[in-house]
């Protein structure tokens, strides 16, 4: 069965550093989402993205944050200079159409 | 602002029982309504979906419900396994295929 797919499954990183989160998701759906769950809180949306564009993003998605899908599968996340408060796990999720949401394993960021 | 609230915040209960969970939300207008189970340190993988017309949606052992006219839903887990044990997050859909999360309930199964 096709999943979404997350690398790395915990990344490290020291305060102001850049840091990429990647995502594959399911091959032949259209839409593409980044959520994150701060420990111990709810899911939390942060960008939808559709046609190589950002269709809709939340207050959190700032200009720190910023979406890419560089080639036909891969779609990254971007945190261009990393804060304490970004610390969290982070979840793609894809959809084929604007329908049920698939989503991957986490990526669990932590910041030092 | 839109608030999906859930009930019991946390829930132990014996294998083989049954248990329901509650969700009150103000999300307006939305799509659907969904049930997710989240296992720890995992993404959230959908149990049932509801269009706001549908009053209830099985999948196996669990049954949603909905009420738009209270704005409330419920998750009814029937004969309960310890693989049950996770946290359960009421979800709605509103514009753009936004999802909202609820609190979620972190329930326990235990023998």
């Known amino acids: 069965e096709p999943e979404v797919t997350q690398t790395p499954s915990h990344q490290v990183t020291q305060m102001g550093q850049e840091v990429i989160l990647r995502c594959v998701p399911i091959?032949?759906?259209?839409?593409f989402y980044w959520y994150r769950q701060i420990l111990g809180q709810k899911v939390e949306f942060l960008v939808s993205f559709y046609n190589n564009e950002i269709s809709e993003k939340s207050e959190i998605f700032d200009d720190q944050f910023s979406v890419e899908r560089p080639d036909g599968s891969n779609f990254t996340l971007k945190i261009r200079s990393t804060k304490l408060e970004d610390s969290a796990m982070y979840f793609c999720?894809?959809?084929?159409?604007?329908?049920?949401?698939?989503f991957g394993p986490g990526t669990r960021l932590t910041v030092l | 602002k839109n608030q999906v609230e859930q009930s019991p915040q946390s829930l132990i209960i014996l294998e083989g029982k049954n248990c329901t969970l509650q969700c009150n939300y103000t999300v307006s207008p939305f799509s659907n309504l969904r049930w997710y189970k989240q296992d720890t340190g995992r993404g959230p993988v959908s149990l049932t979906i509801?269009?706001?017309?549908?009053n209830t949606k099985s999948n196996g052992r669990y049954t949603a419900t909905l009420d738009a006219d209270t704005k409330q839903s419920s998750l009814h887990i029937t004969a309960s396994q310890l693989s049950d044990s996770a946290s359960y997050i009421c979800?709605?859909?509103?514009?753009?295929?936004?999802?909202?999360f609820g609190t979620g309930t972190q329930l326990k199964v235990e023998l």
């Open positions: 999720a894809s959809s084929e159409r604007e329908n049920e949401q698939f």
């Open positions: 091959s032949n759906h259209l839409y």
């Open positions: 509801m269009t706001f017309s549908e």
């Open positions: 979800v709605l859909t509103g514009g753009g295929n936004k999802l909202t």
